[in-house]
Nanobody, 124 residues
Framework: QVQLVDSGGGLVQAGGSLRLSCAAS????????MGWFRQAPGKEREFVAA????????YYADSVKGRFTCSRDNAKNTVYLQMNSLKPEDTAVYYC?????????????????WGQGTQVTVSS
């Protein structure tokens, strides 16, 4: 059974930084691209960032470009999200996911499984 364990969230002041981690287990993730998503109160879940399996090429939502950096450790099936210059509008529950099709990963939030997420709260 696939498990995605998100961690690293917390409360931070605007302008601060956090580093999120997500460990995937339960199957082979070789060839799976990994991504981050978030859901703010009263809003739909949205794409944040993704990283390709083999090349490490990253892709970001416009709202986080230049502030967030996505990285991964394939040997550990773990993806990270370094978040700098945080803004109150970044407040949300953050989730990771993995999928073998990169375009699908960055254009949909309709996946079969999700982890528990990690809460990020940015105060003004």
């Amino acid at each position: 059974q696939v498990q995605l364990v998100d961690s690293g969230g917390g409360l931070v002041q605007a302008g601060g930084s956090l580093r999120l981690s997500c460990a995937a287990s339960g199957r082979s993730f070789s060839g799976y691209h990994m991504g981050w998503f978030r859901q703010a109160p009263g809003k739909e879940r949205e794409f944040v960032a993704a990283i390709r399996w083999s090349t490490g090429i990253t892709y970001y939502a416009d709202s986080v470009k230049g502030r967030f950096t996505c990285s991964r450790d394939n040997a550990k099936n773990t993806v990270y999200l370094q978040m700098n210059s945080l803004k109150p509008e970044d407040t949300a529950v953050y989730y990771c996911n993995a999928y073998p099709d990169f375009i699908v990963l960055i254009t949909t939030t309709d996946f079969d499984y999700w982890g528990q997420g990690t809460q990020v709260t940015v105060s003004s």
